[in-house]
């Protein structure tokens, strides 16, 4: 796996060398060129051309060494393989003053202070070399009387440039050198002051090298060499073994375990798969971890246990309550229709509101056991195949009083032809219910309550939209949680806050969904999608059309 570095590091300039390189090159020849010309020591001709070929190659690599690259380093090297052929060409060949100007590549490879242009230079070399060899037993040119001072000047232009570049080389090399050595440093440091004991393992399990804080009781320097087996407790080494297959084959792999040193410890080893042969793994002491997730387990267990005795004791005390609760309306009933002889009016009344009073009482206790069991996971569905008309209908009649007495239009949307469904038909009926009864409790008079039942697909949808006061939005996330209410002190006088909740329970029971959608001011919508409908010619339905539209 590649070394990857994060952090920034320190930029090497090389180009700035080769460029005063190549500038004192040309600032050592042409000096020099000029005072032997005026001592009329080199006069026009090819040693001149010479000269200036190698002062062209100079300035032409001065150029190409401030270009970014391997490109620029590169053609200045041809250059001077080019510049140096020509050079030893001009004043004679390789028995000429200029023949050591064909070692000028390998000199000028020194300059850009790259190891990897070296063989370039030397090949440059070889190749000017063979050129002037090549010219000069073509066209052998006479030696020119300065051709001493020449060699010299040559000589030491190379030499000097060869042994600065390769001076400069070991420099910077002594330099990345130890930049090398601080990074490692600075990597084992961090290695060794990190939270976790990162380790190179052998899919075998024997731990190569190892790195950093160990679990509390383990020796990290005792564990090199060991098999990572030694550390864990003998119960859970077949799953550590099974942790190093599995990184070998799929790449990683993470196990918890017991440690062998600490039977009340909790360790957590990932692994990652390095190369065929070899795997990382970073062990981290979870005890503190392991606390934590047992704490919150507890807390869970606690919480559920304490919601289930919550719902067994509603539930018990429902049906405790229901018990006196029919005596009592069962008696009243019997009093309000003076079966056993004549009463005043006044007890006919009371007994009224007495009969009243427990059918709401009824009521309420249904919801409570009801939700209980939904909580509690005992409700059972009692699914059958219906007309889910009939259910809504029976509802429109029942909340047809209690509309009449509210001064509300109570409307129902139903399609003419049957909507055969597959659900609990009490439930069904319930959330049609509660959903009126909740928009008949918000809506004011000559308000308007419209319930809307229709088919799309599998699914059934029963919508009640009413133009009452509509819910604030703080309140609509509470809605549809047990006994959260919306709307004043009046208004959640007049129930318990079970209708929602219920809705919700029902419709997910059914392996559906409620939504609310309402504007302060302007009304509410709540819809119910349940995929309860049965596909059209899967079974026979004899339930004859219901009224497209009933009104108030």
Not at 327 to 343: C, E, H, T, V, W
Request: charged share 20%; proline share 6%.
């Amino acid at each position: 796996m590649p070394y990857r570095r994060y952090s920034s590091p320190r930029k090497v300039r090389r180009g700035g060398f080769a460029f005063g390189w190549h500038l004192a090159f040309a600032g050592a020849v042409l000096p020099t060129a000029g005072v032997l010309a005026g001592l009329g020591l080199l006069p026009q001709g090819p040693e001149l051309a010479g000269l200036a070929a190698g002062v062209a190659a100079a300035l032409v690599g001065a150029g190409l060494a401030l270009t970014r690259g391997r490109a620029g380093p590169v053609l200045a090297l041809l250059v001077w393989t080019l510049a140096g052929a020509v050079a030893a060409l001009l004043a004679g060949g390789l028995t000429g003053p200029l023949a050591a100007w064909c070692l000028a590549p390998l000199a000028a490879a020194t300059a850009f202070r790259r190891p990897e242009l070296l063989s370039l230079g030397a090949a440059g070399a070889v190749a000017a070399a063979a050129l002037a060899t090549i010219g000069t037993l073509l066209m052998p040119l006479p030696v020119a009387s300065a051709a001493p001072w020449l060699a010299l000047l040559a000589l030491a232009t190379v030499a000097l440039g060869a042994g600065a570049g390769l001076v400069s080389m070991q420099g910077l090399a002594r330099r990345q050198t130890q930049q090398r050595d601080e990074i490692e440093l600075g990597l084992l440091e961090v290695l060794e002051a990190q939270p976790q004991l990162l380790m190179r393992v052998y899919p075998g399990g024997r731990i190569l090298e190892a790195w950093g804080q160990a679990p509390i009781g383990l020796d990290a320097r005792d564990a090199i060499g060991r098999p990572l087996g030694g550390i864990v407790s003998p119960d859970d080494r077949p799953m550590v073994e099974e942790a190093l297959q599995r990184a070998v084959q799929e790449g990683s792999a993470e196990v918890a375990f017991v440690p062998a040193h600490d039977p009340q410890g909790w360790c957590v080893l990932t692994l990652r798969r390095m190369d065929s042969i070899r795997l990382v793994g970073a062990l981290r002491d979870a005890r503190a971890q392991r606390a934590r997730e047992t704490e919150l387990e507890q807390a869970r267990a606690s919480a559920e246990s304490q919601n289930a005795g919550k719902s067994r004791f509603l539930a018990n005390m429902s049906h405790e309550l229901r018990t006196p609760l029919n005596a009592i309306m069962g008696f009243s009933d019997i009093m309000k229709q003076r079966l056993f002889g004549p009463m005043p009016d006044r007890y006919v009344e009371y007994a009224e509101l007495v009969h009243e009073s427990g059918a709401h009482l009824l009521e309420l206790i249904n919801d409570i056991l009801d939700m209980s069991k939904i909580e509690a996971e005992r409700f059972e569905l009692a699914r059958e195949s219906f007309d889910a008309r009939d259910a809504i209908t029976s509802v429109l009649r029942l909340m047809r009083g209690q509309a009449d007495r509210a001064g509300v239009i109570l409307r129902g949307v139903l399609p003419p032809e049957p909507l055969d469904a597959d659900a609990d038909r009490r439930a069904v009926k319930q959330i049609a219910l509660n959903l009126v009864s909740n928009a008949l409790k918000f809506t004011p008079q000559s308000g308007t309550v419209t319930l809307t039942l229709q088919g799309a697909g599998e699914m059934l949808e029963i919508i009640v939209a009413d133009t009452g006061v509509g819910i604030a939005p703080e309140d609509l996330a509470r809605l549809g949680r047990p006994f959260e209410q919306a709307g004043d002190a009046g208004q959640k006088a007049a129930g318990a806050g079970l209708g929602l909740s219920l809705v919700r329970a029902f419709a997910r029971l059914h392996g559906g969904e409620m939504s609310i959608e309402s504007t302060v001011g302007e009304g509410t919508t709540v819809t119910v999608r349940m995929p309860v409908l049965i596909a059209p010619g899967s079974e026979d339905s004899e339930t004859p059309p219901a009224p497209a539209v009933s009104g108030r």
